[in-house]
């Protein structure tokens, strides 16, 4: 592997931080296989599964509140 295959730091201007360059072989737009089904994040409120105690786990409040 040269050192054109790696990715680089790069000053980002007016700012303490750096950025990474991609690496190579990759591209920063997604892929649809990356993103999880609405039934896969377990959230009632979009369509997905819920289980037998989810509403008793949404009532109960820690006793500090």
Same mark, same amino acid.
């Given at each position: 592997?040269?050192?054109?295959?790696?990715?680089?730091?790069?000053?980002?201007?007016?700012?303490?931080?750096?950025?990474?360059?991609? !690496?190579?072989?990759?591209? &920063?737009?997604?892929?649809?296989? %990356?993103?999880?089904?609405? $039934? +896969?994040?377990?959230? !009632?409120?979009?369509?997905? &599964?819920?289980?037998?105690?989810? %509403?008793?786990?949404?009532? $109960? +409040?820690?006793?500090?509140?």
């Amino acid at each position: 592997m040269s050192s054109t295959d790696r990715q680089r730091i790069e000053r980002v201007p007016g700012s303490r931080r750096v950025k990474l360059t991609p !690496a190579p072989g990759t591209s &920063a737009e997604p892929v649809p296989g %990356d993103e999880a089904p609405a $039934d +896969v994040t377990g959230d !009632a409120a979009s369509g997905g &599964a819920s289980g037998p105690n989810d %509403d008793r786990l949404r009532q $109960d +409040v820690p006793p500090h509140y």
